[in-house]
T-cell receptor, first 111, second 113 residues
Framework: DVKVTQSSRYLVKRTGEKVFLECVQD?????MFWYRQDPGLGLRLIYFSYDVKMKEKGDIPEGYSVSREKKERFSLILESASTNQTSMYLCASSLGTGGQYFGPGTRLTVT | GENVEQHPSTLSVQEGDSAVIKCTYS??????FPWYKQELGKRPQLIIDIRSNVGEKKDQRIAVTLNKTAKHFSLHITETQPEDSAVYFCAASNAQAGTALIFGKGTTLSVSS
């Protein structure tokens, strides 16, 4: 089974803090993704990566950056957290043109 | 870029009835259409997918149909059961181009017994 893990299930941070969310997959998938999920808005793509050190902006990249130094790890960085970044963050990975497998999610609260 | 519209946003059915969720997409180059089910408090799980060279695909009680001309695809669940209650998301992508999935906003399905 594909296993996608995320560093934290729940996280509380203060406005202005730098926040790191980490995602690790163990199936040698080349593609990795970060989404945020908000009620009524579905899953919105923040960034994705199709190879080590490669990244592509999604629909809502503002206020976020990413890092992929190793194939199995994809990090999402909030440079200066704001209250409107309070959300559920979901990481996913996929192999080639196949379906995506999601991690359990990190519920981030910014106060 | 791609835009995916999903309807309805909520759907309530009686156990044993059928449920149909419909999605439309805007990019004619899209060729991969998966459906995900997300139970309360859990991660989205892929339940079925279809590629543009196929018009219909079935897996037990679920089926997906694709109309490339009209640019819409649908999820059909027959003989619904309470455990089918969840949020369902459709998505689309141009898989060959390596683009990411674009998701619809989701449909909350409630199956009452």
């Amino acid at each position: 089974d594909v296993k996608v893990t995320q560093s934290s299930r729940y996280l509380v941070k203060r406005t202005g803090e730098k926040v790191f969310l980490e995602c690790v997959q163990d199936m040698d998938h080349e593609n990795m993704f970060w989404y945020r999920q908000d009620p009524g808005l579905g899953l919105r793509l923040i960034y994705f990566s199709y190879d080590v050190k490669m990244k592509e902006k999604g629909d809502i990249p503002e206020g976020y950056s990413v890092s992929r130094e190793k194939k199995e790890r994809f990090s999402l960085i909030l440079e200066s957290a704001s209250t409107n970044q309070t959300s559920m963050y979901l990481c996913a990975s996929s192999l080639g043109t196949g379906g995506q497998y999601f991690g359990p999610g990190t519920r981030l609260t910014v106060t | 870029g791609e835009n995916v519209e999903q309807h309805p946003s909520t759907l309530s059915v009686q156990e044993g009835d059928s449920a149909v969720i419909k999605c439309t997409y805007s990019d004619s180059a899209s060729n991969y259409f998966p459906w995900y089910k997300q139970e309360l408090g859990k991660r989205p799980q892929l339940i079925i997918d279809i590629r543009s060279n196929v018009g219909e695909k079935k897996d037990q009680r679920i089926a997906v149909t694709l109309n490339k001309t009209a640019k819409h695809f649908s999820l059909h669940i027959t003989e619904t059961q309470p455990e089918d209650s969840a949020v369902y998301f459709c998505a689309a992508s141009n898989a060959q181009a390596g683009t990411a999935l674009i998701f619809g906003k989701g449909t909350t399905l409630s199956v009452s017994s």
